[in-house]
């Protein structure tokens, strides 16, 4: 069955760089959308950036774009998220996720993503 590990999660200050990491398994991994997305509490939950594996095309939301950087290794199956200059306002729980369907370009259509990982834990500090 599918299933998405993220790791490389912690605390940090403000300033400061972590790798979030995403293993997937149980699905063709070059066919689907993946996502980063993150939820403060009391917040909603929100798409952070996608990449659609096969052709590695990528998508930012406007808070992290130049800052946060996607990508992903198909030979390990793993989706990877390169955070610099992080915020306070950056601090959440990060989750992965995998589009529904193979074959479509979801970019940060959360209604799209069906399947998740349990999350990681980021803490910026000011």
């Known amino acids: 069955q599918v299933q998405l590990v993220e790791s490389g999660g912690g605390s940090v200050q403000a300033g400061g760089s972590l790798r979030l990491s995403c293993a997937a398994s149980?699905?063709?991994?070059?066919?689907?959308?993946m996502g980063w997305f993150r939820q403060a509490p009391g917040k909603e939950r929100e798409g952070v950036a996608a990449i659609y594996t096969g052709s590695g095309s990528t998508y930012y939301d406007d808070s992290v774009k130049g800052r946060f950087t996607i990508s992903r290794d198909i030979a390990k199956n793993t989706v990877y998220l390169q955070m610099n200059s992080l915020k306070p306002e950056d601090t959440a729980m990060y989750y992965c996720a995998r589009g529904l369907y193979p074959g479509r370009w979801d970019h940060l259509e959360k209604a799209n993503y069906g399947f998740w990982g349990q999350g990681t834990q980021v803490t910026v500090s000011s």
């Open positions: 149980g699905f063709s991994f070059t066919y689907y959308s």
